[in-house]
């Protein structure tokens, strides 16, 4: 067995030369490894508890802190640190499990938002961490001591089995750390895919050059290229990285994007300039003799920017040029979905790079070759671009909250035009649709039963049925719109409190209407109701107040996650519209009050005494023979 540890996770480090030097894992060793945070369950599972249709090992990104930190199935399981990605599976490698659990659940919760800032994630019962942090893909920075070695690097392929987390060494005397915190390079360890299907652990060292790794059958060869999640930035024994826990947005999409162009010029003379968003400004000129291009990011306060590359108007998948003048330097950066890596040293070609604080103002320049291998080609004529920063006061690199959006710019002429929020006008449909159905129809439906003494003959009922229908009607239409859109942005359904609201009110509603149309008739005048009727009408109120309070919960949370898409939390527009819709909504629930006390309890007797002869007399005019009592 121990010759099986050996062989398994021992690396030989080395340079070109014939030279070799060895840096066994062994018990006791202290090690240091950042990444994403998975609890064996979902890896034994294979596919995330929270979202069955995503591979634990190839998504943790979507991995909710909802179910990381708050069901009891998946903390019983225990905690590791996963490894790097595999650019041929696409799996991450198992990593170190982590012996304490306590340690994992103290900085996880401290740093999750316990608000549903994403619409395709749980919302964290247990975390109370700032508003704008994430609420899935957890990632840390973990310090431990080496207390087994395991039984093997056995690599998982998202399905259970033999080949997991038992093959993982583990780790004690834990310390959790913000993914941005630096493991020293003297204890940094990283796990990365190898051949046959395999998981190795590799060293890093200060003085190591390039590496050999031992397979499992002892032979050496030649390792994959390291996937580093992280860079030093110095050799202190914990320093900054410029790796992110931020959330992820489905779309780097906002409507503060102000992009002016000060005038068409050629960008290749002169630099042109173009301000992104208020008090921030980017210059940009073409160099035809070398194919780069020069950038000058200017921000009127101190914080970290980043200027990004890309295909789609998305963040995930593409190139960015982030700078703190922490740092001084300026670096690339692939995004993805939930997290950035910093590219690796080869593809670090940025020249004449600075960021640097002149008159309070935050500076960052750049010179780039215009087509790299494996990056966004770059082209004289108009470009998916992103932007972003840290906001005043804000220098270490991370979640930029509404401090982003995409634009469109001409590089050969300087015209530059923001790009409007792809999808805005359909969900403003479905919430003006929402709001009409619960906010407006379905109280109104409520109030012309509540108050159908002051309507004389069937006219009420007509009422009633009229706002029912067209609330129903509506409701049909919001919630064909969400469907249809969650699809168009590659979104999980049902995933959010909200979707499953919206789903559980949508089928409430329909089965509300099919039990109206088959509903027991009254008795004649005089007789007593029978005992399915009586139980027809508690259940139709029942319901129907249920219905209505979920309603207004329903609005009050879609205002928030529209303003969280959009227009930003905590903004002028959402406190509008928030304060407006609960005065609404509070002058529809007083006459609810007022209506059901008067009409229901004061006048109660006088309702009993005629309430047949009026509800007969009324469902005989609308409906014929058919008789009916509105509830």
């Not at 007509?462 to 919001?478: E, M, R």
């Not at 939390?569 to 406190?575: A, D, H």
């Amino acid at each position: 067995m121990k010759a099986l540890h050996h062989a398994l996770l021992t690396l030989l480090l080395s340079s070109s030369s014939p030279t070799l030097s060895t840096a066994d894992l062994m018990i006791g060793d202290q090690v240091c490894m950042t990444g994403f945070i998975m609890d064996t369950f979902c890896i034994n599972r294979g596919t995330l508890l929270d979202n069955r249709d995503v591979t634990t090992l190839q998504n943790p990104e979507l991995h909710s802190y909802h179910c990381l930190l708050d069901l009891g199935v998946c903390i019983n399981s225990g905690y590791q640190v996963l490894g790097s990605k595999d650019p041929m599976s696409g799996l991450y490698c198992p990593g170190l499990r982590i012996d304490d659990t306590d340690a994992v659940l103290m900085a996880g919760r401290a740093h999750g938002t316990p608000l549903e800032t994403d619409p395709n994630f749980f919302q964290c019962d247990t975390c109370t961490g700032p508003d704008k942090n994430p609420t899935a893909g957890y990632r840390a920075t973990i310090i431990g001591t080496v207390k087994e070695l395991g039984e093997g690097m056995g690599r998982t392929t998202g399905m259970p089995g033999t080949r997991s987390v038992l093959g993982t060494p583990i780790l004690t005397n834990i310390q959790v750390l913000d993914s941005m915190v630096k493991c020293d390079e003297s204890i940094m360890v990283t796990v990365e895919a190898y051949e046959n299907d395999m998981c190795l652990i590799r060293s890093v060292s200060d003085d190591a050059g390039d590496t050999n790794t031992m397979g499992n059958d002892g032979s050496s060869s030649s390792p994959p290229p390291m996937m580093e999640d992280t860079t030093t930035t110095t050799t202190a024994t914990t320093t900054t990285t410029t790796t992110t826990t931020s959330s992820p947005p489905a779309e780097v999409t906002t409507t503060q994007a102000t992009a002016v162009v000060e005038n068409d010029q050629d960008c290749s003379i002169d630099f042109c300039e173009t301000t992104l968003t208020d008090g921030y400004t980017l210059k940009y000129k073409i160099n035809e003799a070398d194919a780069t291009i020069t950038m000058e990011a200017t921000y009127d306060g101190e914080a970290w920017l980043g200027i990004a590359f890309s295909e789609d108007e998305r963040m995930g998948g593409s190139d960015g040029i982030l700078g703190t003048p922490d740092d001084g330097t300026p670096q690339k950066y692939t995004l993805n979905q939930g997290f950035i890596e910093i590219m690796p040293p080869e593809e670090q070609t940025l020249t004449d790079a600075s960021v640097e604080i002149v008159d309070g103002k935050t500076v960052m320049k750049f010179t780039k070759p215009l087509v790299e291998p494996n990056q966004i080609p770059i082209t004289a004529g108009e470009i998916n671009m992103l932007w972003a920063n840290g906001g005043d006061g804000v220098t270490n690199i991370g979640y930029h909250g509404q401090n982003r959006a995409p634009v469109k710019i001409n590089l050969a002429s300087g015209a530059a035009e923001a790009v409007s929020a792809p999808n805005m006008g359909a969900w403003l449909a479905h919430g003006i649709c929402a709001f009409i159905a619960w906010g407006l129809l379905a109280p109104t439906a409520v109030n012309s039963a509540i108050y159908r003494s002051l309507f004389k003959g069937p006219l009420w009922f007509k009422l009633h049925q009229f706002f029912n229908a067209s609330a129903y009607a509506l409701t049909v239409v919001a919630f064909a719109i969400a469907l249809a859109f969650v699809s168009k942005e590659g979104n999980p359904h049902w995933f959010s409190s909200h979707a499953k609201m919206g789903l559980s009110m949508f089928i409430i509603a329909s089965v509300q209407v099919l039990w109206g149309a088959v509903r027991p008739h009254l008795p004649d005048s005089g007789d007593e109701k029978s005992t399915i009727r009586k139980v027809w009408e508690i259940k139709h109120r029942l319901t129907g107040t249920v219905l209505l309070a979920c309603g207004f919960w329903q609005m009050s949370a879609g205002i928030k996650l529209f303003a969280i898409k959009y227009s930003g939390v905590g903004s002028v527009q959402e406190q509008g519209v928030t304060i407006a819709y609960w005065i609404w909504i509070a002058v529809e629930v007083a006459l609810l009050l007022v209506g059901g006390v008067h009409f229901k309890l004061l006048k109660k007797p006088i309702e009993e005494d005629d309430g047949n002869d009026a509800t007969n007399a009324a469902a005989d005019t609308v409906e014929g023979k058919q008789k009916e009592d509105a509830v």
